[in-house]
């Protein structure tokens, strides 16, 4: 069973571009989270995805970031008109939803997409 | 708004040596906490995950215990090796299982 699965795993971009980070969830998850490591930082948490449902994006910057998990298809992570800022390393984590109970599942994390803007 | 720290941030150790790390949360409303290990440049990976009504878990030469009521969480490394070295990262999953909360981190560097 493969891991979570992202990519590119490295991108560079110059100020003014666009952005796309794909994260492929475990076979058989159906729930995604997008994290964001910025340097000397900790990872903060983005948003959090079901299939073709936002759930949670309280940690979403409010413009030039968007995120989708269609149907069908690796979730995306979108950021328009790419500023130096946005340089840091993206986490992707999947996990199979809610267990006995409602209990949330361990999350899985994929090995992150590194942008670098210039 | 929770908030995890982790001290120190960084530790150097010889081989052999026994070893503790240090997590504190804000909110004691917790679902539960995970500790994870982070490699130079790639992803993280899970070691321990303690649920909220759990005070410990262990695997193999790792022990991490959690106190929710004085808002701490411990990870002890027994018989540190080389190949130990990594960034230990502590993260608390919020009441409403959406969201988990990182510390930045603690670097340790085992010495052969």
């Known amino acids: 069973n493969a891991g979570v699965m992202q990519n590119p795993r490295h991108l560079v971009r110059r100020r003014g571009q666009e952005a796309r980070l794909r994260c492929s969830p475990m076979k058989g998850h159906s729930h995604v989270y997008w994290y964001r490591q910025l340097p000397e930082e900790g990872l903060k948490f983005m948003v959090y995805l079901q299939k073709e449902n936002i759930i949670d994006e309280s940690g979403m910057p409010k413009e030039r970031f968007s995120a989708e998990f269609p149907k069908e298809g690796p979730s995306i992570l979108r950021i328009q008109q790419v500023v130096r800022g946005d340089s840091a390393a993206y986490f992707c984590?999947?996990?199979?939803?809610?267990?006995?109970?409602?209990?949330?599942?361990?999350?899985?994390f994929g090995p992150g997409t590194r942008l670098l803007v210039l | 708004k929770q908030e995890v720290t982790q001290i120190p941030a960084a530790l150097s150790v010889p081989e052999g040596e026994n070893l503790v790390l240090n997590c504190s949360f804000t909110d004691s409303a917790i679902y539960n906490l995970q500790w994870f290990r982070q490699d130079p440049g790639k992803g993280l990976t899970s070691l321990l995950l303690i649920q909220s009504s759990q005070r410990e878990q262990t695997s193999g030469r790792l022990n991490a215990s959690l106190d929710k009521s004085s808002g701490r969480s411990t990870l002890y490394i027994a018989a540190s090796q080389p190949g130990d070295s990594a960034t230990y990262l502590c993260a608390s999953l919020n009441q409403a299982g959406t969201a988990l909360i990182f510390g930045k981190g603690t670097t340790l560097s085992v010495s052969s």
């Open positions: 984590a999947s996990s199979p939803g809610t267990g006995l109970g409602g209990a949330p599942q361990t999350q899985y």
